[in-house]
């Protein structure tokens, strides 16, 4: 009997460092060329693929199956991720002189975050190549996901995460029966915990970019952006960058659905901005010259936990997308953070994690600045829930 497959487009993985071919239909994890980041390729020329086929299809991001990795549906693990609503900030934007504000509420993901992009689509990969047990290290949303993604395909799931987490993303975890390892330090003291634990193998490693996959989920926040504006970009779009997957597969989307036909070859994209905590800033600083790049980078914590990633290894690619788009990168301090998560609430009854707050704040800031113009459509990335993150914004709301 032939099993019943997907229609995705995959045809190979390309080198993001060299362009290098490799097979997409075996394991990969770095490129075997130049231990860089690996990227899906898919056959998006004379496709047939039509924007009209959407209609019908699921609200979620498997919505977009052909562009996407996964070739048996089986392999397909959800829990309804994706297709998040791009809300429009209309009290936002008039209290604070802006003509045209809009936020795509990805608090409103399984596990409370966008990494539930990502993981589902890393742990549906994970299981269609036979993987048995899976681990992460993480600052938080992401080991949360993948425990999630792993109980559903009933995988093992370990998730190294850093000890001054707020204490709802473990309890997550364990609830989701993954085993729970505390780090004192950062992120990059929990990837070196997860290749101390993994020295024979035993594990399929889902760090960020370390699997082509998890890119891949995250791709989908630039499908959706695209069509739920009626194939019209915004101007700007604001992303808290950690490992960057978010602003990369963003940009990737945008490429795709060029090289689609379905936005215009001539189409303007959007200018893309990181935004980071001035705690750990590590891309901000090298694009702005302060470093040659990130690799001894020395980060501390954040209230915005996601974007406590000291050395991130996507970060080249991170500034391609900075540079190619004309955007920029800015830090925001934690004390603006926090009024953001404020203003997102009492304004527009959205909480948002920090992440998200820190992406209102710097919106304010470059509109100061003059970078921004206040007639130009900013599209704001709330990456998560504040829901997790209570022990973070207790007691420190403005007034
Ligand atoms: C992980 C995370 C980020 C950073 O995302 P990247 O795609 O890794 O840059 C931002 N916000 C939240 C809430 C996160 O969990
Ligand atoms: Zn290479």
């Known amino acids: 009997m032939i099993a019943t497959t997907t229609s995705s487009l995959l045809t190979d993985l390309h080198c993001s460092q060299c362009g290098s071919t490799h097979n997409a239909f075996v394991r990969q994890t770095l490129s075997s060329c130049c231990q860089a980041p690996l990227l899906a390729a898919f056959n998006l020329d004379n496709s047939g693929l039509q924007k009209a086929d959407l209609a019908t299809r699921t609200k979620s991001l498997w919505r977009y199956e052909e562009l996407l990795p996964v070739l048996q549906p089986d392999n397909q693990i959800t829990l309804g991720e994706g297709f998040t609503p791009l809300l429009s900030l209309k009290r936002l934007a008039d209290t604070f002189g802006f003509s045209h504000l809009s936020l795509k509420d990805e608090g409103l993901n399984p596990t409370g975050s966008f990494k539930a992009r990502g993981l589902c689509m890393a742990i549906s990969k994970a299981k269609e190549n036979g993987e048995q047990a899976c681990i992460i290290p993480t600052a938080g949303n992401a080991g949360v ?195 953001g998560v404020s203003d997102l609430c009492r304004y527009e009854g959205i909480f948002a994690a920090p992440e998200g707050g820190a992406i209102w704040a710097a919106t304010k800031k470059l509109l100061h600045q003059g970078w921004l113009q206040s007639t130009e459509h900013i599209v704001l990335l709330n990456t998560g829930s504040g829901q997790k993150y209570l022990d973070n914004v207790k007691g420190q709301w403005r007034r």
């Open 145 to 339: 996901a993948m425990a999630a993604y792993c109980a559903r395909a009933g995988l093992e799931a370990v998730v190294v995460m850093p000890r001054h987490t707020p204490d709802a993303f473990k309890e997550e975890c364990i609830g989701y029966n993954a085993n729970l390892i505390q780090i004192d330090g950062l992120i990059n003291d929990c990837a070196a915990k997860v290749h101390e634990l993994n020295q024979d193998g035993r594990y399929f490693d889902v760090s960020t970019l370390k699997e082509p996959y998890r890119l891949e989920g995250k791709k989908t926040m630039g499908y959706e952006i695209a069509e739920q504006l009626n194939w019209q970009l915004p101007d700007v779009i604001m992303y808290p960058t950690g490992g960057g997957t978010g602003l990369i597969g963003i940009w990737k989307a945008f490429h795709e659905l060029k090289a689609l036909g379905w936005l215009s070859k001539e189409q303007r994209l959007p200018r893309m901005v990181a935004v980071q905590a001035e705690n750990c800033a590590p891309v901000v600083d090298t694009y702005l010259g302060k470093q040659p790049n990130s690799k001894q980078y020395i980060g501390k914590p954040t209230l915005a936990n996601g974007l406590a990633v000291p050395r991130p290894i996507g970060e080249p690619l991170m500034l391609n997308v900075l540079r190619e788009s004309g955007g920029t990168a800015i830090a925001v301090s934690e004390e603006d953070m926090l009024a």
